[in-house]
Structure formats: structure tokens, C-alpha cells
């Protein structure tokens, strides 16, 4: 099983960026699916997840209007729609399965390897 996560780049002060990560080894369905950030000298915090079917999602409140999670199942994968970005959402960003709820997350087994976002003019 393994996750990959991309996307990531340089990007101006509200710009935007979309987050993939791509699922390989078993059927994406079948697990929810978090991303998690953690930032230089900061512990990692969770920004999203969505459930293995979709219909929960999950936001912290530093992104809640400005970022979209999202999933296609045929292909795998699960997005990470970044707009407004700022410079403290500068971070390498993970994806991780996990069981997500409307109101949080827990269980993280798989991490893929991170993407980094750095936010800067």
C-alpha cells in the first residue's frame, strides 16, 4: 500500500494550488483519506480529510473556506483544492488514510511522503 502525495510548488499570496494524492496498492474507496501539514519547527496539524465515500468531510478551522477536499475513486485518488493561500499555510503537506468524520479524524495508518507549499512574494 502506498500513497503519493504532489502538487506542491511556489506560489504568490493568494494564489492557489491543488494537492494530489494518488493511492496504489489497494482501492482508494475503501478508506477515508486525511492531508496533514507541518510547517518548519511546528508540529504537524491536521488541514482535511474526507471519507472513503465522500460524504463526510472535515476541515480545520485555519483553512475552512479557503480549501476543498475532494476524491475520484476510478482514479485513485483524493485533491486538495488550495485557493487564498497565505504564507503560514507554507508547509510540506502529507496525505495519510485515516477514518474521517464531519467533526475530525483518527486512526491514521499510511502516510505518503510529503509535497511542500511555500506561499511567498
Known amino acids: 500500500l502506498q500513497l503519493q502525495a504532489s502538487g506542491g510548488g511556489l506560489v504568490q499570496p493568494g494564489g492557489s494550488l491543488r494537492l494530489s494524492c494518488a493511492a496504489s496498492?489497494?482501492?482508494?474507496?475503501?478508506?477515508?483519506i486525511g492531508w496533514f501539514r507541518q510547517a518548519p519547527g511546528k508540529e504537524r496539524e491536521g488541514v482535511s480529510c474526507?471519507?472513503?465515500?465522500?460524504?463526510?468531510?472535515y476541515y480545520s478551522n485555519s483553512v475552512k473556506g479557503r480549501f476543498t477536499i475532494s476524491r475520484d475513486n476510478h482514479k485513485n485518488t483524493v485533491y486538495l483544492q488550495m485557493n487564498n493561500l497565505k504564507p503560514e499555510d507554507t508547509a510540506v503537506y502529507y496525505c495519510?488514510?485515516?477514518?474521517?468524520?464531519?467533526?475530525?479524524?483518527?486512526?491514521?495508518?499510511?502516510w505518503g511522503k510529503g509535497t511542500l507549499v511555500t506561499v511567498s512574494s
Open positions: 474526507i471519507s472513503s465515500s465522500g460524504s463526510a468531510t
Open positions: 495519510a488514510t485515516l477514518t474521517c468524520w464531519r467533526t475530525g479524524y483518527y486512526g491514521m495508518d499510511y
Open positions: 496498492g489497494f482501492t482508494a474507496g475503501s478508506s477515508g
